[in-house]
């Protein structure tokens, strides 16, 4: 990896450089970043100008898994696939916001990758102008044939080639990794480019800080419930101390325990036995920049996450991700007392 040290160094640069550490690659990976880049300006664009613009509110229809769309997240859906559908770098696309697979129109050239996203993550928070983002994750093709297909899309996270989020908040940061580091960009909005300002991200390896929603532990798996209160005992020798976080945007949620240190989780309940949280759209995106920053991403099952194998869509996920310490923690703290209650009944 190239050192910037303290030069001004464009997303464009950055990638460009990182294609040059990589003899024979084709190059088109590194246009597929920028494709991406540029949908997040466009994005962020819009974003900024919500109040402004007119735009907030739901548009009355309900997305693939049953959310009121807002109207942001059906322009940074439509925004993704302007971008991307005739760039001949894409055989297929999916979105949060779609059942099925998005086709590249027959009238365009196909490409060898795969995109998934989410166009705008946490859109709940919209109305009250916290953070929002996107979340995107790129595959090789697998199947023959130029058209990709529910297939290519149906892989486990560790097959993924880049990944990565844009977070809107107080400013825009792109991250993303393409298995060599977690880099992280802000948008000069005077300038229109994201400049290098979070190089080769490492996320500590642990945190004071826990993120869940804990209105739902009525319906958690009794260790899950437990285990929230332990992390809150004011006493235990080995007890350091915790601070709870939660936007209920993943993106803002993850991205600041990646730079803090911590954990997040949101466990299966009664109610939603696989949790919310959708595999191919947010949870493995996420695990790739995890554990390339030296994190770790497991469902609290016993599976890391980058091993699943999807067989839906829009599957969901139960989720513990973060610090590492913390995560073994955790996964200890509940085995232990899965084993008691297992003992129990
Ligand atoms: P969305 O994709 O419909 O926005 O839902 C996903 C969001 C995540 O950003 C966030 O972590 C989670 O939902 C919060 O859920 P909850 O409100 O149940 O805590
Ligand atoms: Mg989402």
Avoid at 309 to 330: C, F, N
Wanted: charge should be negative; charged fraction near 25%.
């Amino acid at each position: 990896m190239p050192v910037h040290s303290s030069r001004l160094v464009t997303i464009e640069r950055f990638i460009l450089d990182e294609e040059k550490t990589h003899p024979g690659a084709s190059g088109e990976l590194t246009n597929l970043l920028y494709d991406v880049a540029l949908v997040a300006k466009i994005i962020a664009r819009e974003v900024n100008r919500a109040g402004l613009a007119d735009i907030l509110g739901e548009t009355g229809d309900v997305n693939a898994t049953g959310d009121d769309v807002k109207l942001l997240d059906e322009y940074a859906d439509k925004a993704v696939f302007r971008v991307m559908d005739h760039t001949g770098r894409l055989c297929v696309m999916g979105s949060e916001e779609h059942e099925g697979i998005i086709k590249i129109p027959e009238r365009f050239p196909k490409g060898k990758y795969v995109l998934l996203f989410d166009p705008l993550d946490g859109s709940s928070n919209i109305d009250s102008n916290a953070s929002i983002g996107t979340i995107f994750s790129i595959h090789r093709k697998v199947t023959y044939g130029s058209d990709g297909t529910v297939e290519d899309c149906l892989q486990p996270g560790s097959r993924q080639v880049a990944a990565g989020y844009v977070l809107y908040g107080p400013s825009t940061i792109l991250v993303y990794t393409t298995g060599h580091g977690v880099h992280g960009f802000t948008l000069d909005p005077s300038l229109g480019e994201f400049l290098l300002s979070h190089p080769n991200i490492k996320t500590p390896d642990e945190g004071k800080i826990y993120s869940c929603n804990e209105q739902n532990r009525a319906d958690w798996e009794p260790a899950w419930r437990e285990y929230t209160d332990w992390l809150k005992e004011k006493d235990a020798a080995t007890r350091r101390p915790r601070s709870t976080r939660y936007i209920g945007s993943l993106v803002g949620d993850f991205h600041r325990n990646l730079l803090y240190g911590g954990v997040f989780f949101y466990p299966g309940s009664v109610k939603r036995p696989q949790g919310k949280l959708r595999l191919l759209y947010e949870v493995s995106p996420l695990s790739m920049i995890c554990e390339q920053a030296g994190g770790r991403s497991v469902d609290g099952l016993g599976h890391r996450i980058l091993d699943i194998t999807p067989s839906e869509l829009h599957q969901r996920v139960p989720l513990l991700i973060g610090s590492k310490k913390d995560v073994d923690e955790a996964e200890a703290f509940l085995a232990a007392r899965r084993a008691v209650h297992a003992g129990k009944s």
